[in-house]
């Protein structure tokens, strides 16, 4: 089973609301990354946890706070969000994370901010 | 040389013809390319990968052809069919460091019946 979950599938939020969207992965997977992909464009990298630990935050605004409370849960905790920040939002799971392997995505949470 | 450059674009192609999309890169470093199939509203689906040490990996109706020395890998769907319509993204990863996935623009393929 390769499965990573997310939830919500969709999520509206207004510019000064705070929010969580949640990953899961039952795959014994120890390696969690959060994406974000705009329309039409590929996915782009915002976090690593390795092994539970935040190892890569490629320069992400603090508006957006990772969370990993253990080795199957990935969360996103969102405030203070743009509108430019809607996109889609992937979390995505591989076995470890210091070797080129298969990468499973979740189905993303869409995200529109107003 | 971080870059994975992907084309075409967009891409039609009629059912039951071949549906071809290449990717080039530079950085030597890499040394694994998976494909990644999107359809609308959801998460990529990894469909096929190859790594340095192998010319061609087959599965099903997907072929990644892969050379070494021109530094450029393909995706070649044989027989596509309209249930193939979707977003297709290449990939690439280096041999150290963390498992960080970097991906071509995309090409998004519409097979016409």
């Known amino acids: 089973d390769t499965e990573v979950t997310q939830t919500p599938k969709h999520l509206v939020m207004g510019m000064t609301n705070k929010k969580s969207l949640k990953c899961e992965q039952h795959?014994?997977?120890?390696?969690m990354y959060w994406y974000k992909q705009k329309a039409k464009k590929p996915p782009e990298l915002m976090f690593v946890?390795?092994?539970?630990?935040?190892?890569i935050n490629e320069s992400v605004p603090s508006r957006f706070s990772p969370e990993c409370p253990n080795s199957s849960l990935l969360n996103l905790h969102l405030h203070a969000l743009q509108p430019e920040d809607s996109a889609l939002y992937l979390c995505?799971?591989?076995?470890?994370?210091?070797?080129?392997?298969?990468?499973?995505f979740g189905p993303g949470t869409r995200l529109t901010v107003t | 040389q971080q870059q994975v450059k992907q084309s075409p674009q967009s891409l039609i192609v009629q059912k039951g013809g071949i549906s071809i999309i290449n990717c080039a890169y530079e950085n030597t470093a890499f040394d694994y390319f998976p494909w990644y199939q999107q359809f609308p509203g959801k998460g990529p689906a990894l469909l096929i990968a190859?790594?340095?040490?192998?010319s061609e990996k087959k599965e099903g109706r997907f072929t990644i052809s892969f050379n070494k020395s021109a530094k450029q890998f393909s995706l070649h769907i044989m027989d596509s069919q309209p249930g193939d319509s979707a977003t297709y993204f290449c990939a690439a990863s280096m041999k150290r460091g963390y498992n960080k996935l970097i991906f071509g623009a995309g090409t998004r393929l519409a097979v016409h019946p």
């Open positions: 946890y390795s092994y539970e630990k935040l190892s």
């Open positions: 190859i790594r340095p040490d192998v």
């Open positions: 995505a799971s591989s076995q470890i994370p210091t070797a080129p392997l298969e990468q499973y």
């Open positions: 795959m014994g997977h120890r390696a």
